[in-house]
Each structure stands twice: as C-alpha cells, then as structure tokens.
C-alpha cells in the first residue's frame, strides 16, 4: 500500500485560550477553517506552539476529541502525542488513532536527553504498536537528542512512518533522506534561523512545517509548494523574500510566544498563554503589528488590531 503523502504547508496551530484558561474550542473550529480556507495542506495540533507540554493528558485527549470533528476537507489532521515515556506516548496514538485522527507526529521525550538508539527504539516500539501514520520529527534544539541520516533512514524502512519534520541546519542529511527514501513526505521545519527552507524546497521537499501559517496561511501555502518547474521556484523565492520580516518575527521568541501574542493582538481566537509562559511585551509586538501592516496582511484577511474584537467567523 502506498504512504500516505502530504505536500504543501504543514501547520502548527496553537492552542487557543478561553479567559478562564479553559480550552476554546469555537475558536478552534475558526482557527482551522481560516487554514482549511487559505490553502493548508496538514496541521499540527497538541505541537510545540500548541502548548502541549502545558496540557494535561485530559486535555489533551479532549483536544483531539473535539477538534478531529472539525475536520470537513481534504485538510489532514495531524496531533502532536509525545509523551514522557514510550508506553504512555502509545497510549496517546492509540486515542488518537481511535478518534479518527490522519497520524501523529513524535519527538523524542523532553528532558531526559537519552541516546541515539535509545529513541531509535522508542519510535520504533511505537511504531510496532500502531497502524497510524506517523511522523518523526528531529528536534535537538528542544530534545538534545539528535538522530543522524542513518538512524532516520533506518526508521523509515518501517511501513507507518510517512513524515520526515527536520529542525536542525544539515542540508546533506536531508538530501540523504531525499535520495533514499522518496516516498517519506520531507517537511522542513522553519527553525532554526529558517536555515533549512531553501535548501530543502530546492533539493526536492515536499513542503515545510511550520508555525507562521497561522498568521499567512496563503502565504506560506504558495512557499510551500514542491517545485515541479521554474514557476514554482520563482513563486518560492518571491514570497519567501518577501515574508522574511515575518518568518524571523514569529521565531524573535520561544515558541509559540511570538505567533500567539501576535494573533491575539489582531483580534484572533488565541487568549493567553498558559504559565509559566507570558505574551510579548508592548514593544515587540508593536514591531509584529508593523510586519503584518506592512505586508499588507491585515487588509488580507481582515485583521482588527483591537483584541477586544474578534476576527470574524469564517467556520461554516
């Protein structure tokens, strides 16, 4: 049976926030709609920028409870279902799989920096466990532990994994798994320094992970795109130029602070972040506002900069 393909835009959404700190889940539903609308290929939900180590595992399963309804399209809906151990992370794909979840994506368990073929074996347990599709994303930044191209492509002999999100700056290991595996969707992630976008959509990727999609979602759908000529090169490289300010903005801070203090401010379902984390101060997001006047994408897609107002509803 042939992988399960995913190309384009790959977007981590946030988590948004009632004022009670509860989950809101008709900004949810606005949310994904607004990326359903605009072009988005897959998103992420329960990733870094949805605050998922902020989450509870109630939470988390009600997350995917009652956002895995709100799927209408041909958008796939990935969840974030790393956990602190292996057998508590085949737990969380097993929900996600019974809910009718498009597959998971798996980092390696923050914190205890284990070795290479220790999270070698976890995700491959995991993927023994499950028949969901399944992503691995090389996180090092967040993780410590770092898996080379012969781990990757020794993980990718294994039929479930159909999702490669790389978030480290070689170029050689992604044209390795480029050359030996075309069938695993390759999906740069736009950290760190955005150092690996280019380089990847060039040797062939096919698409970005990515969290500025949750303010640009047509930009970054035309970014993404997998080059099949000079027309989607040239697109490519006008738009990324173009959206640099905002590409670097949305990384000026930890993840998701930056995006998520930014949609809140354009009258976005976001809310605040859960604690520890705090929204951006008056300045910096003075500067994110000027970005998205500047690029015109207020006028876009509507934006209203006063937050006690809020985007008009675009779920059907």
């Avoid at 988390?60 to 009652?66: A, C, F, K, L, N």
């Avoid at 498009?102 to 390696?108: E, P």
């Avoid at 930044?141 to 294994?158: E, I, S």
Wanted: aromatic share 6%; charged share 20%; glycine share 8%.
């Amino acid at each position: 049976m042939a992988k399960l393909r995913i190309e384009g835009s790959f977007v981590a959404v946030i988590t948004p926030f009632n004022r009670d700190g509860t989950v809101d889940y008709e900004g949810f539903r606005t949310n994904l709609a607004f990326q359903e609308e605009h072009g988005t290929a897959a998103v992420l939900i329960l990733g870094s920028t949805g605050e998922v180590s902020l989450l509870s595992r109630d939470e988390r399963h009600d997350v995917i409870r009652q956002t895995v309804k709100m799927r209408r399209s041909a958008m796939r809906f990935f969840y974030g279902c790393t956990a602190n151990n292996t057998a508590e992370t085949i737990a969380m794909v097993k929900f996600a799989r019974s809910e009718g979840a498009d597959g998971a994506i798996l980092a390696a368990p923050s914190y205890i920096a284990a070795s290479e073929s220790d999270i070698e074996r976890y995700f491959l347990e995991i993927a023994d466990a499950t028949d969901l599709p399944l992503g691995v994303y090389n996180n090092p930044p967040r993780v410590k532990t770092d898996l080379p191209a012969d781990a990757l492509l020794r993980l990718f002999k294994h039929p479930n994994f159909v999702v490669h999100k790389e978030s480290t700056t070689r170029v050689a290991q992604v044209a390795q798994i480029l050359a030996a595996r075309p069938d695993i969707s390759v999906m740069c992630c736009d950290s760190p320094n955005l150092g690996l976008v280019v380089p990847t959509m060039a040797l062939g990727g096919h698409g970005t992970a990515n969290m500025t999609g949750n303010l640009a979602p047509a930009e970054m759908a035309l970014m993404s795109r997998p080059w099949a000529g000079e027309g989607q090169a040239q697109a490519f490289r006008e738009t990324y130029l173009r959206l640099l300010p905002l590409l670097h903005f949305t990384y000026s801070a930890v993840n998701p602070v930056a995006v998520k203090s930014l949609m809140r401010a354009l009258g976005m379902p976001a809310g605040d972040l859960r604690r520890p984390l705090s929204g951006l101060d008056e300045r910096a997001l003075a500067a994110g506002l000027g970005i998205i006047a500047a690029l015109g994408l207020d006028e876009r897609y509507g934006y209203d900069r006063h937050p006690a107002k809020p985007l008009r509803k675009l779920a059907g």
